[in-house]
């Protein structure tokens, strides 16, 4: 199993960034998607995620109208959209995948991507 992120860098406050997050070795259908991040720091938190029947999307209160999280099962890949990013948006982002039921809590995946750094300057 294999979850690569790609997609992060540097912007600007007030500025976009669309987070792709590519899975292989998986029944990706079968799998909620979960992305985290982590500030320096930090614990790592999360962010937002989806539910494999599809449909139901949930966020984390501090990104809840900014961010978008989506998916295309036929490319095995989960996004996240990021808009009117804000500096404390900065930090590495992770995708993760868990079998079945989704979660916010990052004990609940098993798989895991090596992370995208994004950071947001003033």
């Known amino acids: 199993v294999q979850l690569v992120e790609s997609g992060g860098g540097l912007v600007q406050a007030g500025g976009s960034l669309r987070l792709s997050c590519a899975a292989s070795g998986l029944f990706f259908s079968s799998y909620s998607m979960g992305w985290f991040r982590q500030a320096p720091g930090k614990e790592r938190e999360f962010v937002a995620g989806?539910?494999?029947?599809?449909?139901?999307?949930y966020y984390a209160d501090s990104v809840k109208g900014r961010f978008i999280i989506s998916r295309d099962n036929a490319k095995k890949t989960v996004y996240l959209q990021m808009n009117s990013l804000k500096t404390e948006d900065t930090a590495v982002y992770y995708c993760a995948a868990r079998r079945g039921s989704s979660s916010s809590y990052s004990y609940d995946y098993d798989q895991w991507g090596q992370g995208t750094q994004v950071t947001v300057s003033s």
């Open positions: 989806d539910f494999w029947s599809g449909g139901s999307t």
